[in-house]
């Protein structure tokens, strides 16, 4: 337990263990809905199934992602993604009630929530489930999402944080305002530019006392933001170099927002594709890859950011000639790239794939094939590679997407797993029974006692 | 819908329960032969989101329908469409929605906005339910395809915008709504919508597919579900709440609670009494809520005793196995009201 109680200090102190998360993705094109054994995006039994597997190869924490409105190319729905998912909370909810230990991510937008709303379900989560619950912090800033709300599209990219902060800082004040189920609510009051909260809330605090926080970012803003309120960030750079400037630079932010140099874990997105051997492993790459990135998935790639119908080339040809719609410029998502830069880059990319020698599809493979996330090899290669993350604490562990639901998680569980463990740098049983234990987190201290004032943001 | 067999709803309440408590209540309510679980959802102290109580029940029941009070006024519709779909899969097709309009001035300071009342209430009601149909509808049933050879996972041209809008004469503050819904259609395809009698005004009975009747006396509960019934026709099921407190544990039901504040008809009494008067309720009624003073004593005695007594008079309904909510209420799988615009001439069902 020694790690789980390093005090706050300027030094960073490597815990010497990797975690894994499992992140249930549910809109993309990195999962394989091609295969035989792919299982359905929606069923429960997906669910349970990926959920059970990686309790039972003692994952830290299950995520699930939030669909606000659907993703469109060249103006409609994406027809070759997999697309549609269940809501978070819900889903997380009803996992709740079959597994016993692992964590339960719910990744919630602070731009389309209430405050007090939002904090209330989740903490609903975190009791439902004896304090597993955790919410991953997300912002979005655009009207094409907001035209499914209310509120419409009100946000400034400008505000995305300080709105997100003032958010997150409610939530906490709503969490911590009852120390046990016998004392009596305080009530929160927020008085802001996007929305003002008045409540009383009437939830106890859960056994892990409040849900855990997750964040993603990775502009200066989005670190801070993730250096001053969270408790585990999402990193993008799982990649060994990149992963050690990382630890660097946000032990740095840590430090200055006076949360200690440990404050913050890192988990970095993920992708496995590992075998008995190396080349095996190689092999089951390839068929990966040729399974995400079908010849009208590689076409729909170069689309959105020739921002024109591309169908009539083929995958196994070169790159389109012709230029650009460079007027694209709508509020639709789905155009990479906008104005000039969008021929420049058609240029620059013409002239890597001649240069490489690639078709449209290899070269679409090689822009979208998570790269930089991707272990591959054998299961002793992989996991004397992780054992290094961990001895010199690049990472706290890894959030992996797998790519077949739902026994996407089977080979991890059932073959890195006990490699790891073996090596000393995996956990053998879960640490508790929250998920704030299973990483080795302190109690969060409370939010100072605001409940006479009022708080402007 | 008139049945002559009927159909027994109970409230589980929930307020400062854990997981382990929600689980064995559910069962208990299950095994003692109810057709349907609701989650209230007033603001209580302890007491957690009503839909997530339901989406944790889900994977531990079989047959019980679960069916969570939802805010409409001071939620999104479009959240509120998703979680209720959502619901729908975990539960196996057993989700259904009781429509609540929250009059509440700390609802409203809670999430920053103005305080709603009267006829407003009911108009917030409507069209958050009207958003939810469209989204639930908004993903014709075969709409993900998964097919290899064109590289299509879903069809396009089975997903539609609901393009929603309040009407002009909207109390409050107006909104739209795009769409399409995040999630495939539900298992149901439409869940089964639940109201209050009293917010019927707004509301209109093609709407919903059920309403939820109460009177101030057990006595006048009976005129009251015939009053209704005359209103909303033979389609939508009719359902009388009734607050219950039996003689139990050698106590008479009197001597156990505190008289029930009003709101609704109560019945305390004998095991033997309320047999006979549900009995009589539901030659009336399609089914009958029950809000027990004491959850485990009163479900225990229910299931030991009323449930098996009507059963053997023939006036429940048999627990359907494997079965929807719409199939318990007699409804209809019904076709998404956008298919039918391209193929089919009929009009929607709801």
Same mark, same amino acid.
């Given at each position: ?26 809109v993309n ?36 992602g939030e669909g606000l409105r659907l993703r469109e190319h060249l103006g409609?729905?994406h ?9 978070a ?17 719910a990744t919630q937008n602070t731009t389309y929530n209430d405050p007090?709303d939002l904090a ?15 919410w991953n912090i997300v912002t979005t800033d655009n009207a094409w999402t907001g035209a499914n709300f209310r509120r419409g599209g009100y946000l400034d990219h400008a505000d995305r944080y300080k709105h997100a902060e003032a958010f997150v800082e409610t939530a906490k004040? *709503? ?15 927020h008085e802001g530019r996007h929305y003002t909260v ?15 926080l997750f964040q993603a970012g990775d502009s200066p803003e989005g670190r801070n933001f993730a250096a001053r309120q969270a408790?585990?960030i999402f990193s993008a750079h ?8 990382f630890?660097?630079d946000l032990?740095?932010r840590?430090?200055a927002a ?6 913050v874990?890192?988990?970095?997105a ?34 959105q950011f020739?921002g ?16 650009p719609v460079v007027e694209e410029t709508s509020e639709t998502r789905g155009s990479g790239f906008h104005g000039a830069k969008a021929r420049q880059l ?18 679409? *493979? ?33 959030? *992996? ?10 080979? *991890? ?42 708080v402007h943001a | ?75 999104e519709?479009f959240h ?31 999430v920053g ?23 639930? !509808? ?35 503050a107006?909104y739209s709504m795009k769409?399409?819904?995040i ?77 029930? !504040? ?89």
């Open positions: 337990m020694t790690q789980h109680n390093r005090a706050k200090s300027d030094v960073f102190v490597p815990s010497g263990q990797i975690q894994f998360g499992a992140f249930f993705q549910g094109s990195g999962t394989i809905w091609k295969a035989a054994e792919s299982g359905s995006q929606t069923d429960f039994e997906s669910f349970r199934r990926i959920a059970q597997t990686a309790e039972r190869g003692l994952f830290a924490a299950f995520f699930l409609r729905p027809a070759l993604d997999v697309v549609g998912r269940p809501d909370q819900t889903m997380l909810a009803a996992l709740a009630s079959v597994t016993r230990n692992i964590g339960l991510v007090a209330h379900r989740l903490a609903s989560l975190d009791l439902v489930s004896g304090g597993r619950a955790a004040r *709503i969490w911590d305002s009852w120390e046990t189920s016998d004392c009596p609510a305080r009530r929160v009051v008045d409540v009383t809330p009437r939830l106890p605090r859960s056994a892990q006392h409040r849900p855990v408790d585990v799982p990649k060994f170099d990149n992963a050690v400037e630890r660097k032990v740095e840590s430090i006076g949360r200690g140099a440990n404050a874990q890192i988990m970095p993920s992708e496995f594709i590992l075998a008995a051997t190396a080349a095996e492993a190689a092999e089951k790459k390839e068929w990966v890859r040729n399974l995400q990135i079908g010849p009208q998935q590689a076409i729909a790639y170069l689309e020739w024109r119908e591309l169908s009539g080339y083929d995958p196994d040809g070169p790159l389109p000639e012709i230029d058609a240029d620059q990319w013409r002239a890597e794939a001649k240069d490489k020698g690639l078709s449209i599809r290899q070269f679409v *493979i090689s822009k979208t094939a998570r790269i930089d996330s991707t272990f591959t090899g054998s299961y002793t290669a992989v996991a004397d590679q992780l054992a290094e993350y961990a001895r010199v604490g690049a990472v706290d562990g890894f959030n *992996i997407s797998p790519w077949l639901i739902p026994t996407g998680l089977d080979d *991890i569980v059932n073959h890195l797993v006990p490699e790891l463990q073996e090596r000393g740098v995996y956990p053998t049983e879960y640490r508790g029974s929250t998920l704030r234990e299973h990483l080795g987190l302190e109690a969060p201290e409370r939010t100072a006692d605001q409940a006479a004032e009022v | 819908m008139s049945n002559i067999q009927g159909f027994l709803a109970i409230e589980l309440d929930g307020a400062g329960w854990d997981g382990a408590d929600l689980t064995r209540a559910v069962l208990v309510a299950e095994s003692a032969g109810f057709h349907a679980a609701t989650f209230t959802d007033a603001p209580a102290p302890g007491r957690t989101n009503a839909l997530q109580r339901a989406a944790f029940a889900g994977p531990a029941t079989r047959s019980i329908a679960l069916v969570p009070e939802v805010d409409t006024v001071y939620t519709p509120v469409s998703t979680q209720l779909a959502s619901l729908d899969y975990v539960s196996g097709g057993r989700a259904g929605w009781i429509v609540t309009a929250t009059e509440s001035p700390e609802a409203a300071a809670a906005r103005p305080s709603v009342t009267g006829a407003a209430l009911g108009q917030e009601a409507a069209a958050s339910i009207e958003v939810s149909r469209r989204l639930w !509808d908004s993903w014709e049933d075969d709409a993900v395809i998964r097919d290899v050879a064109t590289g299509r996972y879903i069809d396009v041209d089975k997903l539609h915008y609901a393009d929603f809008e309040t009407p002009a004469d909207f109390a409050g107006g769409g399409p819904s999630i495939p259609r539900p298992l149901q395809g439409q869940l089964p919508v639940l109201v209050p009698a009293s917010l019927l005004d707004e509301v209109s009975a093609d709407a919903v597919d059920g309403v939820l009747v109460s009177a101030p006396a057990a006595e006048l509960l009976a005129a009251e579900v015939r009053d209704v019934r005359a209103r909303v026709g033979a389609s939508v099921a009719v359902i009388a709440e009734l607050d219950v407190v039996l003689d139990a544990r050698g106590q008479a039901a009197g001597s156990r609670v505190a008289p029930f !504040d009003g709101g609704r008809a109560a019945f305390a009494g004998t095991v033997a009494g309320l047999t006979d008067f549900l009995e009589s309720l539901l030659a009336e009624a399609d089914g009958v809520r029950l809000h027990p003073a004491s959850l485990f004593v009163d479900l225990e005695e229910l299931g030991r005793l009323v449930l098996p007594e009507l059963r053997r008079r023939g006036v429940l309904r048999a627990p359907v196995q494997d079965g929807t909510f719409r199939d318990l209420l007699g409804l209809e799988r019904p076709a998404s009201r956008y298919a039918s615009a391209t193929a089919a001439p009929h009009g929607a069902g709801k």
